[in-house]
Structures are given as C-alpha cells and as structure tokens.
C-alpha cells in the first residue's frame, strides 16, 4: 500500500497543478487533484513513520527520497515544458499553399478588433479542421475572440434563439449584431462575418441600369457571384437610373458602371463628372467598341479606351481551352486592391487597352498588366489575329487602371476612378475558371467605399491535386515488385552472406 501512495502522491500534484496552470482555472477538478495528492503523501509519511522510528536515518530511506526527488522533477519538468508550449506554442505550415495558415487580412481583422466576439458552432461532432481554425483566430484576437460548441439538442432554447434550423450552422456574434454561416466553416466565410458583426458602417453601391448593363442576378452572364461576395461584407447593392432619379443619391459611396451597350446621355454624364467632383467614386468596366458616351468624362481624368482587342501570342490560354483574345494576367500594380494578392491569374476576355495621359497630380496606378507576348489587335475585326509591326501595340498594356485625385488638403478630400477595359471578367462565367477576377472586382469596390483598410477579398484555398495516377501494366508491375522481387532479393542476399562466411 505504501508503494502505491508513494506513486499516486507526486502524479495527483503535478497532475493538479499542471491543469489549473493550463486552464488558468482553478476550479474543483485541479483542487481535488492536489487535495488526493496532498493527502496520500501525508498518509505515506504516517506509515513509513509507524513502521519504524528510524526509518529517516536509514541508507535506503535516503536513496529512495533521492530517487522519488529526481521522478518528482522530471514531471514538473514535463509539465513546465508543456505548460510553456500551451503559451507560447509555435505553428510551422509545411503544405503548398499554406492551408492552415490566416491570411494576413484575416490577422488585421482580428488584431484590431474593438469588442469582444463569440463563435456559436452548433454541432457537438465538430470536424477537428473547424477547431483548428477557431484556435487560430483566437490565438490572434488578443482575448477578443472566443467559440463554443453547442449542442442544439441539449440548448434547444438556444438554438431557437438564433433560429438554427440545422446541425452544423455557425453564429457569429458582437454586441447586439449577429451573422449566421450556413456553408462549412472556413476563413473565406468567417472573417467576413467578423468584419459585419463588427463594422459600424455600411457601404452602398449603386448599379446604373437603363444602358442595358450586366445583371446582378441571372446566369452565367450575371455579376451574381461578385455581388454574394459584396453583401457578404455588409455592402448594399442598389439598382441607380440616372434619367428616372435626375441625381446622384447622397448615400452613394461608390457608383459602379458594368458593362453598358447602350450610350449614357449627356445629363447622366454630367451628373456622374458631378459625383467625381464633390469626392465620389466611380468603377467603369467598359468593353470594346461600344460607344458608352463618357468620352468628356474619361478626358478629364486622362483616360482613353484604346478600342481594340488585347492578342495572346504566348499560346498560355489556348493550353487550357481559351482562345487567344483572352488574356490571362499575372503582373499587378501596387495598389490597394491588388496588394495582397497571392500571385494568382485573372482572366480577361475580349479586352482592351487603357490609355493614360496623367492630369495634374492624379495618382495613377496600372492594376493589371498583360504579358511581353500580347499586343493590341488593330484589324481584331477580321478574325486575322496576327501581329503586323508598325500597327499593332505590343505588350504589356494595362487593362485596368486605378486613379486618385486630391481634391483638397483641409478638409482631405479625394475622388476615386477605377476603369477596367472589359466588363465579362466579373461575369459568373469568367469567374469559374476559379482565378482571382472576384478578388479584383470586389477589391475595386470596397477600396472605392473606402474600405482599404480592411480584409478585402478571402478566397478558399485550393489544395493541389498530387495524386499520382498510373495505368494498369505500370501498377501491376509495382505490386510485383514490392510482393515479390524485394523480398526474394533480400533473401537472395541473405543467403549469399550466409555461403560467404562459412
């Protein structure tokens, strides 16, 4: 009995010490812990003292306290070490794209957040994955991020509460505002739920209609997926026909111009080079030959459409089944809407040229730029796709183009324009070859609501497929080998050793 107290003392010590260090929570668990360890120690003491007066003074006595001292400080040793690296751990990510790492918007979100956040998981089976992630961002908060797991069978009055239909919905919640996730859990969705619950500002975009423009609900030909992701961060998309309302609304923070195929008249320029004026913003994505009327407004600002189709001659695009008037973009400009990119490509069908004669002190940044083997096509027309010297524009040429003019210092005061040369890119079509057009898009639109500062666009990281896919005769032959042949070689070579040394 007393060998057993003497084991059962040190490990309910450090056991109950370790937890409560750990938890930061001194509760019953560790106290009962250190209580039983306390006590069996004791209790020990009492019998080795009982069972003889010498027992301190003994050789044996000694070596033994010698020996439980030298156990007793290899655990507390252990504990500390894992105390140490409960608090101060390090993650090291090894995978290609970094799957497990925040984004580095997601890391500003959660530096800066001004008021506590809790994430509600309502499904008690939770895939390690989610826990993983929700200790990250907690790690990164600052103790203003916290999460629970809940049972919504167990809390059904909870689960009311927020109007949770199903296992495995996620609440978002700061103060009074809530956000539920009904996909599964990744970054691309929670930290935009983090930026909603906690901003105290909406952004209102204003679609122009009555040009015949791109829809925002639709098919493939629609801006259905960029505008998902725009009201994903509290951005308020508003349809806006200049001619039926005869203003601009004062709510507007950004004016977005899609794709029109019909001119703009001269009132609703007037009233768009007005907006610009008093410190609007305007993000123009205006596709080749069609005469959309904003040839005043475009002048002031030094902008001219070049009007002819941007050429691949790289053959890059034609590999994965695009033809050669669609560009694909891997050079960005440094700007706030493309700073953070992963350098990942963009795609641009039928696009053309922006042409820039700077105005001013007009800040001017070329957000993306075709490649050294692009041209602009003057006879595009024909279908005769080939690059004539003397005619045609060689690359690289800008596609998009981002400018900012001051338009006073006290108060500060600025205008923004953003200008793509074609409109498709943004369309759910395009966006499906899975590039980062959303990414421009939305980034253009919240930079222009003057949301720079902020997480902009989070994409869901893409694991690379490494499967290694063999034919039938190849993986035959494998299995042969790895059945067969190495164990027969080995005990080839087994018995050559055995014959040599006799």
């Keep these: 009995m007393s060998t057993a107290l003497l084991w059962v003392a040190p490990l309910c010590l450090i056991a109950g010490a370790t937890a409560g260090i750990v938890s930061d929570r001194w509760d019953w668990v560790p106290l009962t812990l250190l209580s039983v360890g306390a006590g069996a120690l004791l209790l020990w003491l009492i019998l080795q003292s009982r069972v003889s007066g010498g027992f301190w003074g003994r050789r044996s006595t000694q070596m033994s306290t010698n020996a439980i001292l030298t156990v007793v400080a290899v655990i507390a040793l252990l504990g500390v070490v894992n105390v140490l690296g409960n608090r101060y751990s390090v993650d090291i990510d090894l995978t290609e794209n970094q799957s497990f790492t925040l ?12 008021e506590p956040v809790q994430v509600l ?28 797991f809940v049972d919504p069978q167990a809390q059904p009055s909870l689960a009311r509460e927020y109007n949770v239909t199903q296992v495995g919905q996620v609440i978002v919640k700061a103060g009074t505002k809530t956000q ?67 203003k601009v609304p004062e709510d507007a923070n950004v004016i977005v111009v899609a794709g029109p195929r019909q001119p703009f008249l001269r009132l609703e320029e007037d009233l768009l080079k007005n907006y610009l004026n008093r410190g609007g913003s305007l993000l ?24 002819r189709w941007v050429i691949d001659g790289s053959g890059v695009g034609q590999q994965v089944g695009l033809g050669p008037d669609t560009i694909i973009v891997t050079t ?76 006073s210092e006290e108060p500060a005061k600025q205008a923004r324009l953003v200008v ?27 930079w222009l609501g003057d949301r720079d500062q902020q997480a902009l666009s989070l994409r869901p ?39 040599r040394r006799r």
């Design 103 to 114: 984004a580095v918007e997601t890391r500003d979100v959660l530096q800066n957040l001004k």
């Design 121 to 148: 998981v309502f499904d008690t089976n939770a895939a390690s994955r989610d826990r993983l992630l929700l200790e990250q961002y907690r790690r990164h908060a600052n103790n203003q991020f916290s999460f629970e």
């Design 180 to 246: 539920r996730i009904d996909e599964d859990l990744s970054e691309s969705n929670l930290t935009p739920a983090l930026i909603r619950v906690t901003s105290d500002r909406t952004v209102t975009a204003y679609f122009t209609t009555g040009h015949n423009e791109l829809p925002l609900t639709g098919g493939s030909a629609s801006l259905s997926e960029v505008a998902k992701l725009l009201e994903q961060r509290d951005v308020e998309l508003l349809p806006l026909n200049l001619l039926e309302k005869g």
């Design 284 to 307: 123009l994505m205006l596709d080749v030959d069609v005469n959309v009327g904003l040839a005043d407004l475009l002048k002031d600002w030094g902008v001219t459409l070049d009007n």
């Design 332 to 407: 960005y400009g440094n700007h706030p809407i493309t700073q953070r990119f992963a350098q990942g490509p963009s795609v641009f069908p039928r696009a053309q040229a922006i042409r820039i004669e700077p105005v001013k002190d007009d800040d001017i940044v070329e957000l993306a730029l075709s490649g050294s083997q692009t041209w602009a096509e003057t006879d595009w027309q024909s279908g005769d796709l080939e690059f004539t010297e003397g005619v045609d524009t060689l690359g690289p040429l800008p596609l998009a183009v981002a400018i900012t003019r001051t338009l």
């Design 420 to 446: 793509f040369g074609d409109s498709e890119f943004a369309t759910d079509g395009v966006i499906a070859y899975q590039g980062i057009n959303s990414d421009l898009f939305v980034n253009s639109v919240l």
């Design 461 to 499: 990281r893409q694991t690379t497929n490494r499967r290694l896919q063999l034919n039938v005769a190849t993986s035959r032959w494998i299995e042969i080998s790895a059945v067969l042949l190495l164990p027969l070689l080995g005990f080839g070579l087994a018995v050559f050793l055995w014959w």
